[in-house]
Nanobody
């Protein structure tokens, strides 16, 4: 079983930055992809960025790649968010998926507002 715990969300002014963290614990990770998704009120959950455990490849939503950066240190994944906009307001979820299953964190709220 895998547990994911996110941290780093909060309230930030437009143009500001936040860094989200997600720590995966448990066992049975295997080769996996960790990533960040977000869901704004009334909208579907969407991929923000992802990164694999066995390769440096990063995958970004096209509209976010210039402002967001995903990184990883073993079983911890980070999301550096710069130049935040009000439309970035959402619950951000950490995800880990391997050949067997997909796991989700509880989510962390990011609010961009003046």
């Amino acid at each position: 079983q895998v547990q994911l715990v996110e941290s780093g969300g909060g309230l930030v002014q437009p143009g500001g930055s936040l860094r989200l963290s997600c720590v995966a614990s448990g066992n049975g990770f295997g080769i996996n992809v960790m990533g960040w998704y977000r869901q704004a009120p009334g909208k579907q959950r969407e991929l923000v960025a992802s990164i694999a455990s066995n390769a440096p490849n990063r995958n970004y939503a096209d509209s976010l790649k210039d402002r967001f950066t995903i990184s990883r240190d073993k079983n911890t994944v980070y999301l550096q968010m710069n130049s935040l906009k009000p439309e970035d307001t959402a619950v951000y979820y950490c995800n880990l998926r391997n050949l067997v299953q997909s796991y989700w964190g509880q989510g962390t709220q990011v609010t961009v507002s003046s």
